[in-house]
T-cell receptor, first 113, second 115 residues
Framework: AQSVTQPDIHITVSEGASLELRCNYS??????LFWYVQSPGQGLQLLLK??????LVQGIKGFEAEFKRSQSSFNLRKPSVHWSDAAEYFC???????????FGQGTRLTINP | ETGVTQSPTHLIKTRGQQVTLRCSSQ?????VSWYQQALGQGPQFIFQ???????GRGNFPPRFSGLQFPNYSSELNVNALELDDSALYLC??????????????FGPGTRLTVL
């Protein structure tokens, strides 16, 4: 069965600093990987996705993520965070056949001014 | 193009009652998935409907049931509500193709509070 681990429950960074959110997955075949962002009281917005091909994927709002099969990781990065990036971030893995998403527990990002 | 919509936005019920949540899928999508997101947790897959049939179910009891209509909109029904059912319920629509995973588009959710 698929699973996703986000080791950091809460991260605080200063505005303008770089950011990396960690995600490790467990899945037997080639995974489909996603990062979603959720602002308080809101639904999920897709930041980026990896289906195949180039292991470095670009998303919206200046985010990128790198798929590393050897480490079963799909870490999210941003070179310089903005106060508006404060939110909850979820990593998820999807699979053919099951057509469902399995989410991690989420990482809450706080931005210091 | 209209995105995924859900109603109501918020709902308060008491233990033992029944509730129905509604979802309209994005134009052109024939598959709807439901997720439960408890406070401080990631969303958990409840079930999926494809062409009006259940097409996969997560680890939820039978008192969680659903329907999909010919226009691909969907309902989630929960009977005998328990306090632990308090959560944000998310609906996602997709249009499955062949041999690959298809991206799911999420609605804004329905916040259910059980007292």
């Amino acid at each position: 069965a698929q699973s996703v681990t986000q080791p950091d429950i809460h991260i605080t960074v200063s505005e303008g600093a770089s950011l990396e959110l960690r995600c490790n997955y467990s899945y037997g075949a080639t995974p489909y990987l996603f990062w979603y962002v959720q602002s308080p009281g809101q639904g999920l917005q897709l930041l980026l996705k990896y289906f195949s091909g180039d292991t470095l994927v670009q998303g919206i709002k200046g985010f990128e993520a790198e798929f590393k099969r050897s480490q079963s990781s799909f870490n999210l990065r941003k070179p310089s965070v903005h106060w508006s990036d404060a939110a909850e971030y979820f990593c998820a893995v999807g699979a053919t056949g099951a057509q469902k998403l399995v989410f991690g527990q989420g990482t809450r990002l706080t931005i210091n001014p | 193009e209209t995105g995924v919509t859900q109603s109501p936005t918020h709902l308060i019920k008491t233990r033992g009652q029944q509730v129905t949540l509604r979802c309209s899928s994005q134009s052109g999508h024939n598959t709807v998935s439901w997720y439960q997101q408890a406070l401080g947790q990631g969303p958990q897959f409840i079930f999926q409907y494809y062409r009006e049939e259940e097409n996969g179910r997560g680890n939820f009891p039978p008192r969680f049931s659903g329907l999909q209509f010919p226009n691909y909109s969907s309902e989630l029904n929960v009977n005998a509500l328990e306090l632990d059912d308090s959560a944000l319920y998310l609906c996602a629509s997709s249009s499955p193709g062949t041999g690959r995973y298809n991206e799911q588009f999420f609605g804004p959710g329905t916040r259910l509070t059980v007292l």
